[in-house]
């Protein structure tokens, strides 16, 4: 099976087709470009997008990119929690991701990872910066933006991609909506 996987939640682009990965920073504006350059008209049979949580924008135009990729090739993708990338990367059998939420606000996610399956544990939690105490099982995307807490960081690389799709297979989302952690903000329209 030749699967595009996508994941452009953090500071870096994630991209890998088969056995074939390409990394990019995050707000590269060639990433549609290179990921077509990538493909070189071969067809994937499954296409796979990061939720999130994490970079709105980066989060929105994978989905979109996938989905009309998806309309095109007859295929639907799927997606999948972005923190799960860091739970594999982190080495860890057990542990809690946590990033920056903004708004004064840290999300965390806690997950089991096993040789065949990377299980979440719960649903996301988003609490109040001044409320968050660290524990040593703890990493996180975002640890530069988060350096109080002395949160372990973890790098994610795009050669996670189809490691993290294989684990991850009873658990991919058939509807991939991104992973909101507030409340829309915008203006009420005058009467």
Do not use: K, N
Not at 80 to 104: I, K, Y
Not at 173 to 186: R, T
């Amino acid at each position: 099976m030749s699967a595009l996987v996508l994941d452009r939640s953090t500071a870096r682009t994630l991209i890998a087709f088969g056995d074939e990965t390409l990394e990019l920073p995050g707000r590269d504006p060639t990433w549609c470009a290179r990921l077509r350059d990538l493909l070189a008209g071969r067809r994937p049979d499954l296409l796979a997008v990061g939720l999130g949580p994490g970079s709105f924008a980066g989060v929105r135009s994978s989905i979109a990119c996938l989905q009309g990729m998806g309309l095109a090739l007859g295929l639907r993708p799927l997606g999948f929690p972005s923190a799960a990338l860091c739970a594999l990367a982190s080495g860890l059998p057990e542990v809690t991701v946590v990033g920056d939420a903004r708004r004064g606000t840290l999300w965390a996610v806690r997950f089991a990872v096993g040789p065949d399956a990377i299980v979440q544990q719960g649903d996301f939690h988003v609490l109040a910066r001044e409320r968050f105490t660290p524990a040593a099982d703890m990493v996180s995307p975002d640890a530069d933006r988060l350096a109080e807490f002395g949160l372990r960081p973890v790098t994610l690389t795009a050669d996670l991609l189809p490691e993290a799709l294989r684990r991850l297979a009873g658990a991919l989302s058939e509807d991939p909506a991104p992973f909101y952690l507030h409340p829309a903000v915008g203006a009420t329209p005058a009467e």
